[in-house]
């Protein structure tokens, strides 16, 4: 009788994706990350990009007649990193301010929410309502509601919310003077929620802003000849996009 020897198949082992990938330089001044968390019983992998704006150029576009996919902003403009920016119209038009290349676009909300501003090698996230606008000159800015951390570092408990979880876009400002975008890119958080989380997070934020959200959010940066982050999944009409010096 012959014997015949058993083969053995070896099957591929899928790789296990850290929960938390910790900080990664992607070019000089920017970092990136991916973070697991719960959020009640509600999973999210969190997108997060950390720039130095002493290493980095921050710009703001705004083409409400050509709106595009936060990763078709970040190719045409052969930018880092790309970020969808504030609430917009039917017709694409922003509902509050827009400053792209120092030309001011729509009107400024007066008495709350916050804006993202940038002033020659300044950039700030601020509060409306502790710091409005007074058409000071800016190269970049846009102005977006409500905001999620207060100026002191503390969550806003005051949001106007409607209780309903959805995918959720921020920029922020930590204590050392970075700016931090964090893409919440499923239906994980209420608003509430995210402004508690990012408060209460390793990311030592001073203040952070609302962008806008659900199937508009998109954090997508360029990392060699790779994409990392998560697209939008509408076109918007504008980015805040992140430039090497």
Known sequence: MTQVA?????LP???????????????PGVEYRELSIQQGDRSERLRIARVDPAQARFRVLYNPDRPQRVSEWLTESKALLAVN???????????????????????????FGGMFAVSGDGVRVRSNVTEPYAGEALSAALQNFPMLVLPDGTPNLEIDDNGRSAPRTAVA?????????????????????????????????????????????????????????????????????????
């Open 85 to 111: 920016g504030n609430f917009f119209d039917p017709q694409n038009r922003a509902l509050s301010l827009v400053i792209q290349d120092g030309q001011v676009s729509g009107a400024p909300y007066e008495g």
């Open 173 to 245: 400002q930590d204590r050392a003077g970075r700016i931090v975008f964090v893409a919440s890119p499923t239906s994980a958080f209420t608003l509430t929620e995210f402004g508690q989380w990012l408060a209460a997070s390793d990311l030592d934020l001073e203040a952070a802003l609302n962008l806008d959200g659900g199937t508009s959010t998109g954090l997508v940066l360029r990392s060699g000849n790779r994409t990392l982050g998560s697209d939008s999944w509408v076109q918007v009409p504008n980015v805040i996009v992140v430039e090497g010096r």
């Open 13 to 27: 082992t899928a790789t296990t994706r850290p929960a938390d990938t910790g900080w990664q330089s992607i070019s």
């Open 6 to 10: 058993q083969q053995s198949t070896l």
